[in-house]
């Protein structure tokens, strides 16, 4: 009862009670549960439920929630000041850890989210080339900028919005929307308008319609296309960057290279840091150096390099093995469930990042994706909370597993899916 009330409490001051909208369990409903701390692969909420978690906030937990060595990395600077506005070495340090992971990555500029990271990437392309107009796929989401929510996933298409209110028509007519792995589409785009285009966007593989994984050569076809016409290709890493592989998505496909990449999420190991990184002729016009302005007074806050760069060393080939094994454990278990329950289901996966869509046949795009049994999939998510397994609460969203899923909390997890597909098949 304890969580009404806080709930209710936190929606009289908080519109819908939360900070960001889909936490408000607003396409599975019920109310959410309010979290009181996190701990390995577990969320305990404020009357001391616990939770295997597989959200793990929403991506950054990749070592689980409060690494002891994480934390006390925090905890030193924070002995050293909270915030300087000014250079440090540990900014430098953390570029220095991102390049040597990903090539791409020139050089760096630390903002303080994924939102910032990608909105500065495009003005960035729009520096470089002189244009206008970027062109994004319907179904990735990329922050709430405004150039970047026409037909955005993650809350977006939880919310079953179609952009948001209070973008001008400007910005929005700016924004090029192209259906994922759609290459015919986007070849018809350049060629039309491919002198007034200064970017293409795209989600490294695409996890915020459920994950889309690119097909096979469409990134490379991406690079090859920008390249033709002299438009930008903005890779944004901001979920996959350091969780599919030490190299991120990046690393683990090859074969191209990207003029702007946006990493968030890992890279600040759960503390508000993210960047853009990329070409250094490119990245050498942002401000002080060149005419594109960007700037932030908490961008590379010093807590938060610490908490970046203590996870990045810690994510060491050992942490990617083991979250590739049970996320392939995971999905296995899952495909078991919900097949004995007869429900109809399937399991996409890009590197180790996987989710659920509750419909039959590949899940090549957005509106694929959107076409798919929500309903069932609120009963499936309610009853695994039931049973103390938070998931995303979203059918549009990836599972997030992290080093520290080890087999009690996979033995929980396994135990509860029989009875939350049984949910799922019955309306
Ligand atoms: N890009 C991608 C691919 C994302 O998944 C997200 C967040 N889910 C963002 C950008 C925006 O990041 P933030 O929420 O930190 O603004």
Redesign the pocket.
Known sequence: MAEVTLFSRAKEIIPGGVS?PVRAFGSVGGDPVFIREARGAHVVDVTGRDFVDLVCS??PALLGHAHPEVVEAVRAAAGRGLSFGAPTLAEVELAEAIRARVPAAEQVRFV???????MTAIRLARGATGRDAIVKFAG?????SDALLAAAG?GVATQGLPGSAGVTAAAAGDTIVVEYNDLDALTRVFDEAGDRIAAVIT??A???MGVVPPAPGFNAALRELTARHGALLIV?????GFRVGPGGWLGLEGGYQPDIV?F??VVGGGM?L?ALAGRAEVMQLLAPVGPVYQAGTLSGNPLATAAGFATLRLADDAVYAHVDRRSVELQAAVAEALGAASVPHTIQAAGNLFSVFFREGAVANYEDAKDQDTEAFARFFHALLDDGVALPPSAFEAWFLSAAHDDEAMGRITDALPRAARAAAHS
């Not at 303080?112 to 990608?118: I, L, Q």
């Not at 944004?236 to 996959?240: A, F, Q």
């Open positions: 960001s929403w991506g303080s989210t994924g939102t910032e990271a990608t990735c989401y990329h922050g709430h993650s989600e490294a695409p996890a915020n944004d890493e901001v979920l996959t946006t968030g999420k508000p993210a």
